[in-house]
Structure formats: C-alpha cells, structure tokens
C-alpha cells in the first residue's frame, strides 16, 4: 500500500515552505516542507509535518515559535538548501533573513511569511506534527508560488487582480 500510495502522491500537487525557526543559543533551523496546511481559522492555527529523524526535528523542541515561509517561483535554491543541500548549522547563509516582531526568522522574498506560536501533537509514527497559532502574517503580491509536483518543480502564473 505505501508503494501504491507514493504515486498517487506524486500526483498530489503541493506548496514549497521553508520552515524556520531560532534555537535557544540563536542558530537557524530551517526545513523544506510540502505538509503544510491551514488547520482551523478560529482560532487561526497552523500544522506543519517534519520528518522525525531530521535534526530540525530534534532541535525544534526548543523553539517556542516557527516561520512558515511560502516559496516564490525564483527560490528553487533556498528549497533544496532546506532540504539537505547545505547542512543545518550553515542555511541562514543559503538565503536572505529578517526576524518576526518576536525574533523568528523570515525568509525575504518569500510569497508569504506565518509566524505561529509552537504547539505539538504527540502523535505516533514517523513525523512530528507541529500546530502553531497564527500570531503575525505577511504577503508579497504578484508573485508566483513555488509547487512541487510528479517530482519536481512546477510553477503556477501569478493571480491576476481581482476587479
């Protein structure tokens, strides 16, 4: 079943993140992630699914907020920084960053920025889930996201203004 289950997924369309966050001594962490989703918006809160044996899942643990950051189309980079290309302790040099009102790092350029208040579901299996109330938000309009698709990266044309 999960043979089967894998390639139907790669036909499951989805949104490039990067998820960021500050660890106690003041290092970056920072992820790649697809699992990414709204979960309710009263209260507005946010899952997000990490791979367990990463050591931002480890380290994540420390962290009492993360970024969600949406990747544009021209940020293909920062997405396979994020995802292995350049080791943990060195990602704050892969990309440009600014810090949230509450000193979580932001990725600049990115489509969209989601601060949120750490929260984990203690649940079994492979990946950590972490929940996160939405507490500052911000957009960059007229850009194009970042999708991942049948395994690689697509790009979707900008929306167009709404009259």
Same mark, same amino acid.
């Given at each position: 079943? @999960?043979?089967?289950? $894998?390639? *139907? ?6 949104? *490039?993140? *990067?998820?960021? =966050?500050?660890?106690?001594? %003041?290092?970056? #962490? ?5 699992? !990414? ?12 699914? &990490? ?7 480890? $380290? ?9 950051? &949406?990747?544009?189309?021209? @940020?293909?980079?920062? +997405? /396979? /920084? ?7 302790? @060195?990602?704050?040099? =892969? ?8 000193? &979580?790092?932001?990725?600049?350029? /990115? #489509? ?12 079994? %299996? %492979?990946?950590?889930?972490? #929940?996160?109330?939405? &507490?500052? !938000?911000?957009?960059? +309009? ?13 790009? #979707? ?7």
């Amino acid at each position: 079943m @999960q043979t089967a289950l $894998k390639e *139907v997924l790669k036909l499951y369309p989805a949104t *490039v993140t *990067v998820i960021s =966050a500050r660890e106690p001594n %003041g290092g970056l #962490l920072a992820i790649t992630a697809t699992a !990414v989703t709204v979960l309710t918006l009263d209260p507005p809160t946010m899952l997000a699914c &990490v791979n367990r044996n990463t050591l931002f899942a480890n $380290k994540i643990d420390g962290a009492s907020h993360f970024c969600i950051n &949406v990747l544009a189309t021209d @940020q293909t980079y920062v +997405s /396979a /920084a994020c995802a292995g290309r350049v080791p943990q302790g @060195q990602r704050e040099t =892969a990309a440009d960053w600014t810090d949230s009102t509450d000193g &979580v790092p932001m990725l600049r350029g /990115a #489509l969209a920025n989601i601060v949120c208040a750490r929260h984990e579901a203690n649940v079994p %299996g %492979g990946h950590k889930l972490m #929940l996160g109330e939405v &507490v500052e !938000v911000s957009a960059k +309009s007229g850009a194009a996201p970042l999708i991942y698709f049948d395994q690689g990266y697509r790009e #979707l044309a900008p929306a167009q203004p709404r009259a």
